[in-house]
């Protein structure tokens, strides 16, 4: 059974850094592709960051230099620094996990077939 729980949300000013962490259990394709999606009120669901199975990063162009995503295969643990948050960056961030073996990084949303339940960002 896999599962995946995101941490590290919160509130903060404009300016503003935070790390988020997804602890993930059940899980064991540590070649696949995991990856942060955020979804703002009243929007559609975007990609934010992923790392493909190959070790290959990605992030949505907006957010290139702002965001860093990496993960921590021995302790299970994908995670999201950002830094600079601005408000529109105010969503709930979501992580993902891919049963694709291997392959490069991808925020194509089909692909991924396990999602946690989401940690809320809040920039004011």
């Known amino acids: 059974h896999v599962q995946l729980v995101e941490s590290g949300g919160g509130s903060v000013q404009a300016g503003g850094s935070l790390r988020l962490s997804c602890a993930f259990s059940g899980y064991t394709y540590s070649g696949n592709c995991m990856a942060w999606f955020r979804q703002a009120p009243g929007k559609e669901r975007e990609g934010v960051a992923a790392?493909?199975?190959?070790?290959?990063?990605g992030y949505r162009d907006a957010l290139k230099g702002r965001f860093t995503v990496f993960k921590d295969n021995a302790n299970n643990i994908l995670y999201l620094e950002m830094i600079d948050l601005k408000p529109e960056d105010t969503a709930m961030y979501y992580c993902?996990?891919?049963?694709?073996?291997?392959?490069?990084?991808?925020?194509?949303?089909?692909?991924?077939?396990?999602w946690g339940q989401g940690t809320q960002v809040t920039v004011s």
């Open positions: 790392i493909g199975g190959d070790g290959s990063t």
């Open positions: 993902a996990a891919s049963s694709r073996e291997g392959g490069s990084w991808t925020l194509v949303q089909g692909l991924y077939d396990y």
